[in-house]
């Protein structure tokens, strides 16, 4: 017996100095980079096509399966690679899977996001962003289309900077405090629009994502906003944002008449009362940009104006959550970013109701009535109205 009790007091002693020396190892060796890069993402799967009454309408802008040989569709598949690779550096890479190019290219892979944040001080308070992201330009803008309520962004807002990307350098500013308010209201399911600090200013190309510059002259954007705690608990954001640039329009051939750059400024008010559990949500922008004009097929400098109002009303029910919504949207104005920077005239109305049974999963239903004139030089006389109920399953992963 006591021969087994040494023996076994031996094996302790060898096996706690091994583990000590694997510790040391351990400790000893470098913090590989690669370690800290985590990955999360979320796919979006629609159908546009339930009671539509004209299969007319449709929006290049917002998704490319609405109307005539639309159905089931991906709306985003995105893997999103994220982490701080060092004290002072974040990354930030997200692809997109199902990015659309035309109704006969569908599904195939391209950047959205390719960011690093620069820390300028220990807090991470002030930050550089390099890289291809979001320009602060709009509350819903910036919020994601994982958060967001709606199944699209508004016309009016998101005319301003199609896709919300561009490559460019931003300054972010924010209060340790606040960063962690901008946190919580993504993780809390309040639909935040997550950090984009509480002063933002950049200079980016101006041509949206993936697009490489056209006129040499950078767009400036600066952007305030702060999300006020009352002490009900009520979070109430408001913001205010602008940019100025020049605008190169794609023109179709038979569109003779119009300059080659056009000057682009806006201006934007949001304002934002998390749903606690009603909420509301209103953002106007007006500036001028380049139109077209079906009364001469040309483009000239116009002024354009825009936004919408939205509510909602978070019901939480044992671990599943529901929020019904309404949103109306309005929209004249051109679109840079389309062919002969097409003339619009949106008045939609949507009313909908987004379910999550459990966190990996939301069903979103959406009733529109949509009015939508849309004309450029192959349809300068362009108006559809209709109805649809609109279909998006979401999964969270």
């Not at 400098?301 to 009303?313: E, F, N, R």
């Amino acid at each position: 017996m006591r021969n087994i009790l040494l023996s076994l007091s031996l094996l302790i002693n060898l096996a706690s100095a091994s583990g000590q020396t694997d510790s040391t190892k351990l400790k000893s060796q470098p913090n590989e980079w690669y370690k800290k890069i985590q990955l999360r993402g979320y796919t979006q799967v629609r159908y546009n096509r339930l009671f539509e009454t004209n299969p007319k309408l449709k929006c290049e802008q917002c998704d490319k399966s609405w109307g005539e040989n639309g159905g089931f569709f991906i709306r985003r598949l995105r893997l999103i690679f994220y982490g701080n690779i060092h004290e002072r550096v974040y990354i930030y890479i997200q692809p997109d899977f199902a990015s659309s190019a035309s109704t006969t290219a569908l599904h195939f892979g391209q950047i959205r996001d390719a960011y690093f944040d620069l820390s300028l001080d220990k807090k991470k308070e002030y930050r550089l962003r390099i890289g291809q992201s979001k320009v602060p330009f709009g509350f819903e803008n910036m919020q994601s289309s994982q958060n967001r309520l709606a199944l699209d962004r508004n016309d009016a807002l998101n005319s301003a900077v199609s896709n919300e990307r561009d490559l460019g350098v931003f300054f972010y500013y924010a209060p340790a405090k606040i960063r962690e308010r901008f946190d919580w209201l993504v993780k809390s399911g309040l639909k935040g629009s997550g950090d984009y600090g509480v002063f933002g200013f950049g200079a980016y190309n101006g041509v949206t994502a993936n697009k490489p510059e056209s006129n040499n002259t950078p767009h400036i954007v600066g952007r305030l906003t702060y999300p006020f705690k009352l002490k009900s608990g009520q979070i109430i954001e408001p913001s205010i944002q602008g940019f100025t640039g020049q605008s190169t329009v794609t023109r179709n051939a038979k569109t003779k008449k119009g300059q080659a750059d056009y000057l682009d400024q806006r201006i934007a008010a949001s304002i934002v009362v998390f749903p606690q559990p009603f909420g509301f949500q209103a953002e106007w922008n007006m500036g001028t940009g380049p139109q077209f004009q079906s009364s001469d097929s040309s483009i000239q400098q116009k002024a354009l104006t825009g936004g919408y109002i939205q509510s909602m009303y978070y019901i939480k029910f044992g671990k599943q959550l529901l929020i019904p919504f309404t949103r109306y949207q309005y929209f004249s104005g051109g679109k840079k970013h389309e062919n002969d920077a097409r003339s619009y005239l949106v008045r939609e109305l949507e009313i909908g109701a987004e379910w999550q049974p459990f966190p990996n999963f939301e069903l979103v239903a959406m009733y529109t009535f949509s009015s939508r004139t849309f004309e450029d030089v192959d349809l300068p006389i362009n108006l559809q109205t209709g109805r649809l109920l609109r279909l998006q399953a979401q999964f969270n992963f």
